[in-house]
């Protein structure tokens, strides 16, 4: 019974290059979410998305922040141009509805390096 | 605007004591509190909940405390073992929140020594 998947689980991209992360959720999941976490400090939520869907993007930067979970495949969070202060561990999280009991199941994260 | 803070960033107890974290809230409409552990290179994992119907939950030696009026809530590990030693996150949720979006806390660094 296979968690949410991530990969890459470490990114190493200079600046200017395009960074993509991808996640896979848990098994008959179909919401994902998409969190940052800048070191020493807490999670922020980024893009909450259904199928072809994106419900909630309040926490993604207005530029170089993409986010998509197409019908087939995984969800992928997209970073271009990226910049050094976009090194973070990125943590996609699933559940299986919307509203259940409120737990998200967490990726091990994916860790970007920006050089 | 931090709706969720963990005021203290680390707390180290000796084995077999309780260890006590503390969350503090601020927006009302928040109806659900989770807590999280995270180990270094891996992902939160769940650890407890509590509906802000109940005022305490119980899970092993896992307790959860949620104080609506003072807009509180605690985790209570008895007896602290060194494996506990770990980031726990608060984190909540609420109807004005679309789906299972958390927001959680800056996590609290508990180191248990043996």
């Known amino acids: 019974n296979a968690g949410v998947m991530q990969n890459p689980r470490h990114l190493v991209r200079r600046r200017g290059q395009e960074a993509r992360l991808r996640c896979s959720p848990m098994?008959?999941?179909?919401?994902v979410y998409w969190y940052r976490q800048l070191p020493e400090e807490g999670l922020k939520f980024m893009v909450y998305?259904?199928?072809?869907?994106?419900?909630?993007e309040s926490g993604m930067p207005k530029e170089r922040f993409s986010a998509e979970f197409p019908k087939e495949g995984p969800s992928i969070l997209r970073i271009q141009q990226v910049v050094r202060g976009d090194s973070a561990a990125y943590f996609c999280?699933?559940?299986?509805?919307?509203?259940?009991?409120?737990?998200?199941?967490f990726g091990e994260g994916s860790r970007l390096t920006v050089l | 605007d931090q709706q969720v803070k963990q005021n203290s960033p680390s707390l180290s107890v000796q084995e077999g004591r309780i260890s006590i974290l503390n969350c503090d809230y601020t927006n009302s409409m928040f109806d659900y509190f989770l807590w999280y552990k995270k180990y270094p290179a891996e992902g939160p994992t769940f650890l407890i909940s509590?509906?802000?119907?109940?005022d305490k939950n119980e899970d092993g030696r896992f307790t959860v405390f949620l104080n609506k009026s003072a807009k509180h809530l605690s985790l209570h590990i008895v007896p602290s073992q060194p494996g506990d030693s770990a980031v726990y996150f608060c984190?909540?949720?609420?109807?004005?929140?679309?789906?299972?979006?958390?927001?959680f806390g800056g996590g609290t660094r508990l180191m248990v020594k043996p």
């Open positions: 509590i509906s802000s119907i109940k």
């Open positions: 999280a699933s559940t299986p509805a919307d509203r259940n009991t409120g737990e998200l199941f």
């Open positions: 998305l259904q199928k072809e869907n994106i419900i909630d």
């Open positions: 984190a909540a949720s609420g109807l004005d929140n679309a789906g299972n979006m958390l927001t």
């Open positions: 098994k008959g999941h179909s919401h």
